[in-house]
């Protein structure tokens, strides 16, 4: 009687974590819509059922604008087809996987105006650099000197490059090594970042670079900068 009752008592429990994990899977919100335009495909998928939907247009028409420049003006050859992910797992602001990009709806929630997140992110799919291509700094100052120049509402964002402090180096990623970047474009080395960019996706980088391309070094080129950083 005892081994009847175990029984009922686990095949009660049993179904019950069924109808639990049915009801979870039921009330999941997914919202998936696929978006062509010439020869560019976005996938838009929604995990979020409170995610704004005038944002969501905001971000697709970004990439529409944003995606098809950097194609032309770094990597012709890059992905013609893209998703993006409001991603409810997603504890940052924003990552990109292969031809992916994962966006936190919290982020975009406290932070609506900063739509060019889409044009950082997107310009990690154009520069496609695999593996072991270059130091991490190189790739996300790129990202972020891309931002500065086609992005779309940075001051809306109040997102800028931060003026040279002391105790900046060049490998401090993002916005400070994207502003040396652009202190490079406007002084005497147009095209500068557009080789570099080149070199990283051909896994040709080396520290050697610098010097090919201005006949300075890296150091060398740093220190001027810091002598006058205005760009």
């Known amino acids: ?3 009847i009752r175990t029984l ?3 095949s009660l429990l049993l179904f019950s974590m069924q109808n639990i994990a049915s009801a979870q899977v039921k009330h999941t919100f997914k919202d998936k819509e696929v978006i062509r335009r010439n020869d560019l495909t976005l996938t838009f998928i929604n995990q979020d059922e409170n995610f704004s939907p005038v944002l ?8 529409f604008k944003v995606y098809p420049a950097l194609k032309g003006a770094y990597n012709e050859r890059t992905a013609k087809q893209v998703t993006f992910v409001i991603d409810t797992t997603y504890k940052g602001v924003a990552a990109t996987q292969g031809t992916t990009v994962a966006y936190s709806p919290v982020w975009f929630k406290q932070h609506p105006e900063d739509i060019d997140v889409v044009t950082h992110e997107v310009m990690h799919i154009v520069q496609n650099y695999g593996s072991n291509a270059g130091p991490w700094w190189i790739t996300e100052g790129i990202a ?7 992005g779309v509402d940075n001051k809306g964002a109040k997102w800028a490059l931060p003026d040279y402090k002391t105790g900046q180096k060049y490998d401090n990623g993002y916005r400070v090594t994207a502003r040396f970047f652009a202190w490079l474009e406007k002084h005497n080395y147009p095209g500068f970042v557009k080789a570099l960019d080149q070199n990283m996706r051909n896994h040709t980088y080396t520290e050697d670079f610098w010097k090919k391309q201005t006949t300075k070094t890296l150091t060398e080129l740093w220190d001027l900068y810091v002598l006058n950083p205005v760009i």
Request: glycine letters at 0%; zero cysteines; a positive charge.
């Open 1 to 3: 009687m005892t081994l």
């Open 8 to 10: 009922a008592a686990a």
């Open 56 to 63: 969501k247009k905001r971000m697709i028409e970004t990439f």
């Open 144 to 150: 972020d000197y891309v931002r500065f120049k086609y």
